[in-house]
């Protein structure tokens, strides 16, 4: 090759290279551009996890540029073509004893003080705070149990647009990693997260906590982190989940003491006003606005924007004989799911509201528009079918 096109396609790999690396930035909390190591943490379980995967990392370099220095030593310096003889012998007490010694005494200094994390790890007791976590297709959701805090829950869905993700315009800088809601808590205050799941396993997973625990149906499990700055950190679910389980990040905000009680009681004082009454008689219009806005946050990744489902996986609504028939079936469905499909139950998700809403929306949406029976459903409907 000439040395001029040779210098031309180097320019391009570097102009290519540049612009690449123009785009992609570190994201706060989260992943860094072109990360080999573990993240350096802000808890101490992180800090420890880090020391010691640098000190087995070591130990086990040190053995292996040990046992195969010996190694190709002995092939090189004793090859037949230098005149060697193989030597005959049955057995060498002091050899013996040696390589069941050292590798005992070395197995011991990697296990304590690996275990002393371990059981750190799992030390929950004597916590500051409570979260209840639950994991969900593909959603999390937060409660939490006490503290300024008590009472408050909420769900955390991917806040990423469906237009990034689909490729028609240019991806953010927190994509896929963003929520619309945050888990908040404390700076240096032990957190406690007991975590379960309402359909299939899930893992919470942040990685400069240093936590990573699996959430199982019918399970209680639990594990905790004590933040030492304030800032935002990122994980995701760690266990593979379904469809969507690569869209369903986990955000949590570190804030001062102060900020948190702050946050703490607005949080409050929303849930307080935002508060639904079941007993109200909404109107079609209200039902329908509220239920669109419940559908793209709870349905539409399965069941599309279109209502049309993805064929094979998950059914179309628009124009299914169950949306369009009597409005106890769909409230059944709804509510507690279909057994044996990827229907998740919503009983424990959403409010007889939003259930309402969301049920009116499906039949006034697509080509439904109002043509089967009970087009309208009340919040009182699925009260009655809880």
Known sequence: MKKWWRGILGACVLLFSCAVGAQVQDMPGGPKVDQLNLHEGVTQIAQDV???????????GVIFIGVFGVMFYSIWAHRKSRGHQASTFHEHLGVEVAWTVIPFIIVIA????????????????????????????????????DGPAAGV?????????RAQIEGREPKGQFYLMETDNHLVVPVDKKIRIVLTAGDVI????????????DAIPGFLRDTWFRAQKPGIYRGQCAELCGKDHAFMPIVVEVLPQAEY???????????????????????KEE????????????????HQANGKGVPGSFPALD???????????????????RPG????????????????????????????????????????DSVAKR
């Not at 880090?50 to 086990?60: Q, V």
Request: proline letters at 5%; aromatic letters at 10%; glycine letters at 6%.
């Open 341 to 380: 499909t990827a229907m998740a139950a919503f009983a424990g998700q959403l409010n007889d509201v939003e259930i309402a809403a969301v049920i009116t929306y499906t039949r006034h949406a697509w080509s439904n528009a109002g043509k089967g029976q009970d087009p309208v459903v009340q919040p009182k």
């Open 153 to 161: 829950k909420f769900l955390a869905t991917l806040s990423t647009p």
């Open 110 to 145: 990697m296990a304590l003080p690996a275990t002393k994390t371990v059981v750190a790890m799992k030390d929950t007791s004597s916590p500051d705070l409570t979260v209840k976590v639950t994991g969900y297709q593909w959603k999390w959701g937060y409660e939490y149990l």
């Open 261 to 283: 009680e702050a946050w703490a009681e607005d949080q409050r004082k929303k849930m307080a006003a935002n508060a639904d009454d079941p007993n109200k008689e909404w109107t």
């Open 50 to 60: 880090m020391w010691l995967h640098w000190l087995l990392l070591i130990i086990c």
């Open 287 to 302: 039902l329908i606005a509220r239920g669109e806005k419940v559908y793209g946050a709870n349905c539409v990744a399965c």
């Open 319 to 337: 124009g299914d004989k169950t949306v369009l028939g009597p409005k106890d079936a769909q409230l059944q469905t709804v509510l507690h799911g």
């Open 202 to 213: 899930h893992s919470w997973m942040i990685p400069d906590f240093g936590v990573k625990q």
